[in-house]
Nanobody
Framework: QVQLVESGGGLVQPGGSLRLSCAAS????????MGWYRQAPGKQRELVAT???????VYAVSMKERFTISRDNAKNTVYLQMNSLKPEDTAVYYC???????????????WGQGTQVTVSS
């Protein structure tokens, strides 16, 4: 069994910062790409950023200047540092990872349960 557990969400004022964490646990052989997605009320889930095991990153254009994704391969953990937050960043943020389990031939994508980020004064 593999689990992704997110933490770090909450309520923050406009212009503030938050750091999200997502830890993968279980019978893991390897993790390729890890990333963050978000879904605002009434909208589709959208990409925020991804990072490979080698450190290559991809960002949504609208978030590249304010958000930074990073990961600790030894801890199977991915982070999202969010700065200069805006009300439109309010959403549920989901962790996603391509994980190959021990004994499996290939990896599959797993999702976390989501963590709420609310930007409001």
């Amino acid at each position: 069994q593999v689990q992704l557990v997110e933490s770090g969400g909450g309520l923050v004022q406009p212009g503030g910062s938050l750091r999200l964490s997502c830890a993968a646990s279980g019978s893991i052989f390897s993790i390729n790409v890890m990333g963050w997605y978000r879904q605002a009320p009434g909208k589709q889930r959208e990409l925020v950023a991804t990072v490979t095991s080698g450190g290559s990153t991809v960002y949504a254009v609208s978030m590249k200047e304010r958000f930074t994704i990073s990961r600790d391969n030894a801890k199977n953990t991915v982070y999202l540092q969010m700065n200069s937050l805006k009300p439109e960043d309010t959403a549920v943020y989901y962790c996603n990872a391509l994980i190959r389990r021990v004994g499996a031939a290939t990896g599959i994508y797993y999702w976390g349960q989501g963590t709420q980020v609310t930007v409001s004064s």
